[in-house]
């Protein structure tokens, strides 16, 4: 399991921003608990959101039953808020999430580079990330232009793996972006997703 922290979420002090968050993972089968973690994390940025710290908790866990369920607590301090999620472990065979990585994980915010966590098949996939532009400045139209293509061939194990693809933004001005993956297998269009971004 990971664990992103939105630093869009962190305190703004002059040129830094943080935050202090203490999490508690549990997971359970019934009420037998099969899992417990708890972790304090403490996590910076600059005011322009970008992390410079790790800002993702990795937990690992032992084989779970698949109908286990998890449970995060997040409480926040400083604002003294508390979040609670809870859900069960995916039972897909494919998954995928997109980042963008750096000192830490920005979701959300263009950066350089865009990583793809993917679980997916074991097989070998064509693969197409677009990058586009928002050409509308109406909030209830919403167009956006391809700027630039990345094509690439995929070898999925069926496990997690990794893919880094890197973007041309030296000229790109700040506003609305939409990254497009698809993935083909031949002419067929197996996977089609979107991740909308910002550059500020």
Not at 47 to 72: G, I, K, M, Q, Y
Not at 87 to 92: A, H, L, R, V
Not at 111 to 123: D, F, K, N, S
């Amino acid at each position: 399991m990971w664990i992103t922290f939105p630093t869009s979420a962190f305190i703004q002090a002059e040129k830094e921003c943080y935050a202090i968050y203490e999490v508690e993972v549990l997971v359970r089968m019934d009420q037998r608990v099969l899992a417990h973690h708890r972790r304090i994390v403490r996590l910076y940025s600059t005011n322009d959101e970008r992390p410079t710290n790790r800002n993702v908790l990795f937990l690992s866990f032992d084989t779970l039953p698949s109908h286990a369920r998890w449970e995060v607590l997040v409480w926040d301090p400083l604002r003294q808020i508390a979040t609670l999620q809870s859900g069960t472990f995916s039972k897909d065979k494919w998954a995928i999430a997109f980042s963008e990585w750096g000192a830490g994980v920005s979701v959300g915010i263009l950066t350089p580079t865009l990583m793809i966590l993917y679980r997916l098949p074991a097989g070998i996939y064509l693969g197409q990330a677009a990058l586009y532009q928002s050409a509308s400045t109406l909030p209830e139209l919403k167009r956006f232009l391809s700027i630039e293509e990345r094509r690439f061939t995929l070898h999925a194990s069926g496990k997690w793996d990794t893919l880094r693809l890197s973007w041309r933004m030296e000229e790109l001005p700040p506003g609305a972006y939409l990254v497009g993956l698809y993935l083909y297998r031949g002419e067929a269009l197996l996977y089609q997703l979107f991740y909308s971004v910002r550059r500020r």
